[in-house]
């Protein structure tokens, strides 16, 4: 993967009944998500804007501007300019439906 995949521009929504191991689900905002007091999310646009969404006070979300960039193969990094620790993920998965991903470091 030299580019990251097209479907991974978009808001993704954190589907923690989904996770397995130490892979993390997220799926579309518009997705049918079972109740949950909060859910966290993250955005990725194409000109290597990030946007983290932490759970912040009463479970709402937050939002956290970064960057992102294309690591190596499958990892992309992840920089928020001392705004909270960089970091890096594996994407295991990623398409219109899902984006299963791998934390590596942070």
Excluded: K, N, Q
């Excluded at 966290?40 to 009463?58: A, K, Y």
């Amino acid at each position: 993967m030299r580019e990251p995949p097209s479907g991974l521009f978009r808001s993704w929504v954190h589907s923690y009944e989904e996770d397995h191991e130490d892979v993390r689900v997220y799926r579309p905002e518009d997705h049918p998500f079972p109740p949950a007091r909060g859910r966290r999310g993250m955005e990725f646009v194409p000109d290597g804007t990030f946007v983290d969404h932490p759970l912040g006070r009463g479970d709402a979300p937050d939002a956290v501007p970064g960057r992102w960039r294309l690591a190596s193969e499958r990892h992309i990094a992840l920089t928020f300019g001392g705004a909270r620790p960089d970091r890096e993920l594996e994407i295991l998965r990623c398409d219109e439906d899902v984006l299963h991903v791998r934390r590596l470091t942070g």
